[in-house]
């Protein structure tokens, strides 16, 4: 699936910013989500959106600060898409 070339971009940076031993795994598992996330919305693009869902869906929850950093550092903005939805 084709995604948006600013949020394909800025995953990227992300990953890169990982440390090494979760990058593989994490870039496997987000976009796989991802895709999984525009394709239920008809999309023919994976978007921030989607990509950020798919964080904040999949990620453990021991590394969301961690994740939450890396969002900040590359240009992602979860908050506009309603996220965090809620941490227990």
Known sequence: MNWDPNTQERFKLMISKMPVF????????????AQ?????RGA????????????FS????PFYSLMIRLLEDTGFDYRKHG????VT
Do not use: G
């Open 22 to 33: 979760h990058r593989r795994i994490a870039e496997e598992a987000v976009t796989l989500k």
């Open 36 to 40: 999984e996330n525009a394709n239920a």
């Open 44 to 55: 023919a693009l994976v978007s921030e959106e989607d990509v950020i869902s798919a964080l």
């Open 58 to 61: 999949d990620v453990p929850k």
């Open 83 to 86: 996220f965090p939805k809620s």
